[in-house]
């Protein structure tokens, strides 16, 4: 069945450093891929996505970048800070407008 | 984006009873979505409401245990009925805005006794 799977689990990085958070999805009809942002006991924050006619998108300090034909894409933070601590979720989109989501990953930033 | 609120915010209930959940965004949207979210996990899609038409569950849920209605384009609720442990969780409703973008209102966190 559809699936997308998100890679690391954990990923600590010392703060300034970059952050590179790696998804894969299964359905090739896909065609639109957000990243969220939740911190601890909040709601999941859309913070950059990427439809399938672009490869690269890119806001301030975050990126995502989309390979289409591997059917894979990427979530990239530059010069990490403290408040970007949080868990990160990657989707892929399905039929009925719905969304695929990845188990997430856990950005420690340290300081 | 949408400004979207949930009541109640959190709830502790007993096992057997059941507890509605509110959705309210301001403005009018097509599609809302109902997830579950268990502590450390990802979403749980449960069922899709589409204004005018029966709500459309995924595997594992059914609407005896989830009933859902969406009376308008701005509204929704999502009843868990007859409670049991299990069903501890944090329920979060989303609105898609533009083309599968969705947006999330701040969950309600229930437990269940």
């Known amino acids: 069945g559809e699936n997308v799977e998100q890679h690391p689990s954990t990923l600590s990085v010392q703060e300034g450093d970059s952050a590179v958070i790696k998804c894969t999805y299964s359905?090739?009809?896909?065609?639109?891929f957000p990243w969220y942002k939740q911190e601890l006991g909040k709601r999941p924050q859309l913070i950059i996505d990427?439809?399938?006619n672009v490869g690269e998108k890119k806001d301030q300090r975050i990126a995502v970048t989309l390979n289409k034909t591997a059917k894979h894409f990427s979530l990239h933070i530059t010069e990490t800070q403290p408040e970007d601590s949080a868990v990160y979720f990657c989707a892929a989109s399905r039929s009925n407008y719905q969304l695929i989501w990845g188990a997430g990953t856990k950005l420690i930033i340290k300081p | 984006s949408a400004v979207i609120s949930q009541k109640p915010s959190r709830d502790i209930c007993q096992r057997g009873t059941s507890l509605t959940i509110q959705c309210q965004v301001d403005s009018q949207v097509t599609m809302m979505f109902w997830y579950r979210q268990q502590p450390g996990q990802s979403l749980t899609l449960i069922a899709t409401a589409n204004q005018g038409s029966e709500a459309t569950y995924e595997s594992g849920f059914v609407i005896d245990k989830f009933p859902i209605s969406r009376p308008n384009l701005t509204f929704s609720t999502l009843t868990v009925s007859n409670m049991s442990p299990e069903d501890s969780s944090i329920y979060l409703c989303s609105v898609e805005v533009a083309s599968y973008e969705q947006y999330f209102g701040p969950g309600t966190r229930l437990t269940v006794t």
């Open positions: 990427i439809r399938s």
């Open positions: 359905d090739s009809a896909s065609n639109y």
